[in-house]
């Protein structure tokens, strides 16, 4: 299994890269969680096979590379987000902002979770995180193997609860250490590695950086010399991990 991380920023692209969207290829499966700009780099990856999208929440930085999707030449894409996502969605993508989804020239449909969980069987679970706006996280079985998908979230027990024993817990790294905002929930990097740490995961793939905070992907590096944690991957874009 491959994970690729298109796009590792949050809130805006600068020259760190592209806002939030990290590409699973399992199998024969396309998962793509969140759809910032970095996911202008789908077609890159897969072509002419059905792709499953995740949207954790409706902040822009998670939805404002959707607007490219028509690009792409996939067999079909299927939506999946929180109870609303459809009308959500629907608000958003269409004229005069951009072509709706219903003009793709491949098949789209849109579900909500946890009302559509046995369309996608390989989503084990789906739970609410703390943050600004109402937000969800994912935990997947694919391939034998655990990902956990939680950004944007303060600390809270879903979060520990979707990572637990997880391979692999993708989460977010908004703050700079010892920053805490309770008015808007994100994870700094202490925060993060304590709760894979807490939820017993192998190993935790930071993205997500706010590009206000981590003006330089030195910045991001940094984080790896302050924290001991073996298993601890900064993501950049275009960087990938095979599990
Ligand atoms: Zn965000
Ligand atoms: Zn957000």
């Known amino acids: 299994m491959k994970v690729r991380f298109l796009g590792t920023n949050g809130w805006y692209d600068t020259q760190t890269g592209n806002t939030i969207c990290v590409l699973i290829e399992a199998g024969d499966l396309s998962i793509v969680l969140d759809a910032g700009n970095g996911i202008h780099k789908l077609d890159r990856y897969v072509k002419e096979k059905p792709a499953y999208l ?24 299927s939506i999946f987000g929180m109870d609303g996502t459809e009308r959500i969605l629907n608000d958003i993508l269409r004229r005069p902002y951009t072509v709706p989804l219903a003009e793709y020239p491949y098949p789209v449909t849109v579900g909500e979770l946890p009302r559509d969980m046995k369309k996608v069987p390989f989503v084990e679970n789906v739970l609410p995180l703390v943050h600004a706006s109402p937000c969800i996280g994912y935990r997947f079985r694919l391939e034998g193997k655990t990902v956990a998908y939680c950004t944007d979230t303060g600390v809270c027990d879903n979060l520990v609860t979707l990572a637990k024993d997880a391979d692999l817990l993708i989460t977010e790294c908004s703050e700079l250490s010892g920053r805490h905002s309770d008015g808007w929930p994100h994870l700094n990097p202490e925060d993060a590695v304590a709760v894979a740490q807490k939820a017993g995961a192998k190993r935790v793939a930071l993205v997500h950086f706010n590009a206000h ?14 924290l001991s944690f073996k298993g601890l991957t900064v993501a950049f874009d275009d960087s990938e991990i095979e599990l």
């Open 54 to 77: 995740f949207l954790s929440h409706f902040h822009m930085d998670h939805i404002e590379g959707m607007h490219t999707m028509v690009k792409m030449r996939l067999e079909s894409l």
């Open 213 to 226: 905070l981590y003006k330089t992907l030195e910045s991001r590096e940094k984080i790896q010399e302050h």
